[in-house]
């Protein structure tokens, strides 16, 4: 079946470093990834939307100048957390859809990463 | 309110009992249902999409009342291994792709 993978799957990271997150789809191209969020005992949350050589689309409250999203190939979007802070500290998991439309069921994701920010 | 609510838990339940859970969602467009299950610090899983007819999986069933706009899943014969997080999932409205979770319902099946 079709793979996402993630990388790094744990980092720690001092307050006000950047951290970069891979989101690679293995087997498929994925014009579109989504970043979710999610922190203990709560439910994913959606941050951004990426679209493959396209800007992205960032939620309500999420800021795009903190949470770098680049889509610059078919298999590959990255989110750089910048200047990093504690409350930064979350689980952060991407998703990737094999088709450019209909079944959502069709989202895969990645191991996720947990960011640790001291 | 949340777009997707559920009751927390935790349920703790024995091996072999059948435990339902229960979820509602505010968005009455939305089109695509879904239980996901989550370990422990690990990504969700799909579980099974939900269907108005309702639909079945081995040991688990979903139902889906559109009227009341209310989904649930039931486990039968449950197992150890059952022991998860269990997410009540709907698209956004106007999105086939972008995904609502519920904070999820969490299960410890005990021997």
């Not at chain 1, 293995?26 to 939307?49: C, G, N, V």
């Not at chain 1, 493959?52 to 190939?73: C, M, P, R, W």
């Amino acid at each position: 079946g079709a793979v996402v993978s993630q990388h790094p799957s744990r980092v720690i990271c001092k307050s006000g470093t950047s951290v970069k997150i891979e989101c690679r789809s293995l087997d498929f191209q994925a014009t579109t990834m989504f970043w979710y969020r999610q922190f203990p005992k709560q439910s994913l949350m959606l941050m951004a939307t990426s679209n493959e050589g396209s800007k992205a689309t960032y939620e309500q409250g999420v800021e795009k100048d903190k949470f770098l999203i680049n889509h610059a190939s078919l298999t590959l979007s990255t989110l750089t957390v910048t200047s990093a802070h504690p409350e930064d500290s979350s689980f952060y998991i991407c998703s990737a859809s094999r088709t450019s439309g209909g079944f959502a069921g069709e989202l895969f994701f990645g191991e996720g990463s947990r960011l640790t920010v001291l | 309110r949340k777009e997707v609510e559920q009751d927390p838990g935790p349920f703790n339940v024995p091996e072999g009992a059948t435990v339902a859970f229960n979820c509602t969602y505010s968005n009455s467009a939305s089109q695509s249902f879904f239980w996901y299950r989550q370990d422990c610090r690990k990504e969700p899983k799909l579980l099974m999409s939900v269907y108005s007819s309702g639909n079945e999986d081995g040991r688990f069933t979903a139902q889906l009342n559109r009227a009341s706009q209310y989904i649930s899943l039931l486990i039968r014969d449950s197992k150890l291994s059952d022991s998860a997080t269990y997410l009540c999932v709907v698209n956004r409205r106007g999105s086939a792709r972008q995904l609502t979770f519920g904070s999820g319902t969490q299960l410890t099946v005990l021997p």
